[in-house]
T-cell receptor
Framework: GAGVSQSPSNKVTEKGKDVELRCDPISGHTALYWYRQRLGQGLEFLIYFQGNSAPDKSGLPSDRFSAERTGESVSTLTIQRTQQEDSAVYLC???????????FGPGTRLTVL | DAKTTQPTSMDCAEGRAANLPCNHSTISGNEYVYWYRQIHSQGPQYIIHGLKNNETNEMASLIITEDRKSSTLILPHATLRDTAVYYCIVRVGMSSGSARQLTFGSGTQLTVLP
């Protein structure tokens, strides 16, 4: 079946602009994660959605970052007033209910000039 | 989550079995061993997990020692496309409610040679 998809695959933006990244999880997966991965670094957790529960936003690095999820489907990650240090690959993952078997999308490579 | 130790890098000839070790001597009774890999410029990919019994799926086999202090991921017939960083993590199974975000260590860079 279809895996996790993300769009766009690449995004180049100017410092100070807002960007919106999209994630389509695997159908039926109630848990959705956003991570950030800087070049050569490990995964940095950003936010977690589980069903209709309040999201766990503990990993968001600043108030410029926000995310929404519509029911148990699409999620968008918004970065306002982008900074150069926001440049990274943003990865989305989903799992059936919150298990450790997470299925990742291909990521969105964000470059802030 | 228990700490894991993996070799920094390994080479394997194409078509041969790749055996990737992982030490997790402080694992507790309710913690599972999970393996992921990340191919260059791609997102991480779940491979396999187990608690105490050996496991096999279409991608790999997982051998866990009887004392559960170490494990080995086996790719039975490595191909060039298996070149990736392989991560072994140890953590409790599903727990409802709280986030179960993944944290990877440095992993093992497996290079499959032609």
């Amino acid at each position: 079946g279809a895996g996790v998809s993300q769009s766009p695959s690449n995004k180049v933006t100017e410092k100070g602009k807002d960007v919106e990244l999209r994630c389509d999880p695997i159908s039926g997966h109630t848990a959705l994660y956003w991570y950030r991965q800087r070049l050569g670094q490990g995964l940095e957790f950003l936010i977690y959605f589980q069903g209709n529960s309040a999201p766990d936003k503990s990993g968001l690095p600043s108030d410029r970052f926000s995310a929404e999820r519509t029911g148990e489907s699409v999620s968008t990650l918004t970065i306002q007033r982008t900074q150069q240090e926001d440049s990274a690959v943003y990865l989305c993952a989903s799992s059936l209910r919150g298990e450790n078997e997470q299925f990742f999308g291909p990521g969105t490579r964000l470059t802030v000039l | 989550d228990a700490k894991t130790t993996q070799p920094t890098s390994m080479d394997c000839a194409e078509g041969r079995a790749a055996n990737l070790p992982c030490n997790h001597s402080t694992i507790s009774g309710n913690e599972y061993v999970y393996w992921y890999r990340q191919i260059h410029s791609q997102g991480p990919q779940y491979i396999i997990h187990g608690l105490k019994n050996n496991e096999t799926n279409e991608m790999a086999s997982l051998i866990i020692t009887e004392d559960r202090k170490s494990s080995t991921l086996i790719l039975p017939h490595a191909t060039l496309r298996d070149t990736a960083v392989y991560y072994c993590i140890v953590r409790v199974g599903m727990s409802s409610g709280s986030a179960r975000q993944l944290t990877f260590g440095s992993g093992t860079q497996l290079t499959v040679l032609p």
